[in-house]
């Protein structure tokens, strides 16, 4: 079975830094693009940053650019949110998916939710000012 395991969230003051992690298992896929969705209180779940499994391609949502970085260890099959200049309106639960046989090339945004095929549990980051 696929598996997503998200750790990292937490309480940060605006400015501050968090790091996040899904380590995923249980996939062998040959082509898959793996990121991050959040969901707000009230709001719609949104992607966040998402990054190629094959080329390292990256994409990332407009409202975070410049601040989040996503990388990968395939080794561990881990991919992390590095999580600089946190604003308030970041808080949220933050949820690892993955697309199976995604082409991030074909598109210049992040994926959408119905594009996943498996997710996995959110890990709350707060913000505060």
């Known amino acids: 079975d696929v598996q997503l395991q998200a750790s990292g969230g937490g309480s940060v003051q605006a400015g501050g830094s968090l790091r996040l992690s899904c380590a995923g298992s249980g996939f062998y896929f040959d082509r898959y693009a793996i990121g991050w969705f959040r969901q707000a209180p009230g709001q719609e779940r949104e992607g966040v940053s998402f990054i190629s499994s094959t080329d390292g391609i990256t994409r990332y949502a407009d409202s975070v650019k410049g601040r989040f970085t996503i990388s990968s260890d395939n080794a561990k099959n881990t991919v992390y949110l590095q999580m600089n200049s946190l604003k308030p309106e970041d808080t949220a639960v933050y949820y690892c998916?993955?697309?199976?046989?995604?082409?991030?090339?074909?598109?210049?945004?992040?994926?959408?939710?119905?594009?996943?095929?498996?997710w996995g549990q959110g890990t709350l980051v707060t913000v505060s000012s």
């Open positions: 998916a993955v697309a199976e046989g995604y082409f991030l090339s074909a598109i210049v945004d992040v994926p959408g939710p119905r594009e996943m095929d498996f």
